[in-house]
């Protein structure tokens, strides 16, 4: 196990990397950055998605997941439906606007980190970077079955 010392300043070293990318993300006009990560994780899920696990897959809470597909909602971008054999769950999907706006953002946003990737490492360093990609989506996934959101 590493040192404490050591887990602390990768936590620092992964957020600020993650701030950056954010901060790197194309605006998408009267969308904010958390409804635009949810209309990109419905379009990701490519057919009909629970609101939970949305949640889920974004470290959201429910209360926050419903508030912002209400908005996605009222900007016609999602649309909500209830599941035909459980009226408690409903099923979300992107409208056609929805899909128009994910198609825009995809094609205009920033080559950033890829830019990042290529001008700053060495071919060894994008390999042991790439090696690590699995082993960062493991660690986001641990314990999700525990957590409730």
């Known amino acids: 196990?590493?040192?404490?010392?050591?887990?602390?300043?990768?936590?620092?070293?992964?957020?600020?990397?993650?701030?950056?990318?954010?901060?790197?993300?194309?605006d998408v006009e009267g969308i904010p950055?958390?409804?635009?990560?949810?209309?990109?994780?419905?379009?990701?899920?490519?057919?009909?998605?629970?609101?939970?696990?949305?949640?889920?897959?974004l470290h959201m809470t429910s209360p926050n997941v419903a508030s912002t597909l209400r908005n996605l909602e009222?900007?016609?971008?999602?649309?909500?439906?209830?599941?035909?054999?459980?009226?408690?769950?409903?099923?979300?999907?992107?409208?056609?606007?929805?899909?128009?706006?994910?198609?825009?953002?995809?094609?205009n946003k920033p080559a950033w980190l890829r830019e990042a990737i290529a001008n700053t490492l060495t071919e060894r360093e994008k390999q042991t970077l790439l090696k690590a990609g699995p082993l960062m989506r493991r660690l986001a996934d641990y314990g999700m079955g525990r957590r409730s959101y």
């Not at 016609?76 to 099923?91: C, E, I, P």
């Open 74 to 107: 009222a900007l016609g971008l999602v649309t909500r439906r209830q599941d035909l054999n459980d009226g408690r769950k409903s099923y979300v999907d992107l409208t056609p606007d929805g899909k128009s706006v994910v198609a825009d953002f995809r094609d």
């Open 1 to 26: 196990m590493p040192p404490e010392d050591d887990i602390e300043q990768l936590r620092k070293q992964l957020n600020r990397l993650y701030r950056r990318v954010r901060s790197e993300m194309p």
């Open 33 to 57: 950055p958390t409804a635009l990560e949810i209309l990109l994780a419905v379009a990701r899920a490519k057919s009909s998605i629970r609101p939970g696990q949305l949640g889920a897959e």
